[in-house]
């Protein structure tokens, strides 16, 4: 029996040997160049669409002479689109593919919108601060927000687009867009961050603890602390929860509390709830809603954030779970 029990035990560890020689043996790269249609030079920006192509930008050719342009990936044949086809310009330096499947191309010299059909081009004539584009965002209302820079002006900035309007905001250096669990938007450029909670501005650089003010990269993480990429390496930023901006905090109502169960937010003078996030007292975002009411019973015994965002500002308070 003892043999037996050996010879199995033999034979299952040759058997995991096997599977994993052929797991790894299955794991393959495929590369593509300009000899398979792909639009030649550096690739700088990646996206897909909501039909599963993958969309390529490009901005330079290192062998030189420069060729840019876009590229569309269907999984078997490249398309590429140039300026013949309708592009601003040929030298890509983003790509956004929005809720509604338009495919947004920041270009050195204008905005190119592509319905799948039809280029539309928007440029500084248009309402935007400049025609060099630097990046493209949607945030989760299906605003656009562009980041641009004018060589002809020297101004620079972010355009926001709310499907009907452009507004400006100057003096903002953007190369990189992100938005935060609460909403906030967050710029990266030359010139360290802005943090924009839809009234007001806040400036974090250097001088703040950032590692370099130039900013190329940024990421919330599941615990709700920030990372931000720069040219001198990686800054990790955990946020304090603050009071809120509501002045008028008696106008929310958070019951019961304390809690064993589900919390009911309401509130007067006309206040809509966006969103209710609870977190933990160092920060990390442990559940989320759309509604006016959040279940904590499965939480720990303990103190809790409450998160409340809504039109008219965003508050916090403190709950407790029995």
């Known amino acids: 029996m003892k043999r037996k029990i050996t010879l199995i035990k033999k034979t299952f560890i040759t058997m995991l040997l096997v599977l994993s020689s052929i797991n790894i043996s299955a794991q393959t790269w495929t590369n593509y160049d300009a000899s398979d249609g792909l639009i030649d030079g550096f690739i700088n920006t990646i996206c897909q669409d909501t039909n599963e192509n993958l969309w390529f930008g490009s901005w330079g050719n290192a062998d030189g002479p420069f060729t840019f342009g876009l590229s569309k990936f269907d999984g078997s044949t490249f398309t590429t689109y140039s300026t013949s086809d309708g592009l601003s310009h040929d030298e890509v330096w983003d790509v956004l593919v929005d809720t509604d499947g338009n495919i947004w191309v920041g270009t050195f010299d204008g905005l190119s919108i592509y319905d799948g059909t039809t280029w539309t081009v928007l440029t500084s004539e248009d309402g935007l601060i400049g025609n060099e584009i630097k990046s493209i965002f949607q945030d989760e209302n299906g605003n656009i927000w562009v980041g641009c820079y004018n060589l002809d002006t020297g101004e620079y900035g972010v355009n926001v ?8 905001y100057f003096d903002i250096s953007v190369g990189t867009i992100a938005q935060s669990d609460n909403g906030n938007m967050w710029f990266g450029g030359n010139e360290g961050l802005s943090k924009f909670d ?14 370099s003010n130039s900013v190329r990269s940024i990421l919330q993480d599941s615990n709700g602390h920030f990372w931000f990429g720069t040219m001198l390496g990686v800054s990790k930023y955990e946020p304090v929860l603050g009071i809120g901006d509501i002045t008028e905090k008696k106008s929310v109502l958070v019951f019961p509390n304390p809690t064993t169960g589900t919390i009911t937010v309401e509130t007067r003078n006309s206040i809509v709830i966006n969103s209710l996030k609870i977190y933990t007292m160092q920060g990390q975002l442990l559940k989320k809603t759309t509604s006016e009411k959040i279940d904590v019973s499965e939480l720990a015994t303990g103190i809790y954030l409450l998160n409340i965002q809504t039109d008219k500002g965003i508050i916090t308070k403190k709950i407790i779970k029995i």
Not at 161 to 168: M, R
Not at 198 to 211: A, P
């Open 161 to 168: 687009f709310d499907g009907t309007t452009w507004v400006s």
């Open 198 to 211: 839809g009234t007001n501005w806040e400036t974090l650089d250097e001088s703040d603890g950032l590692i």
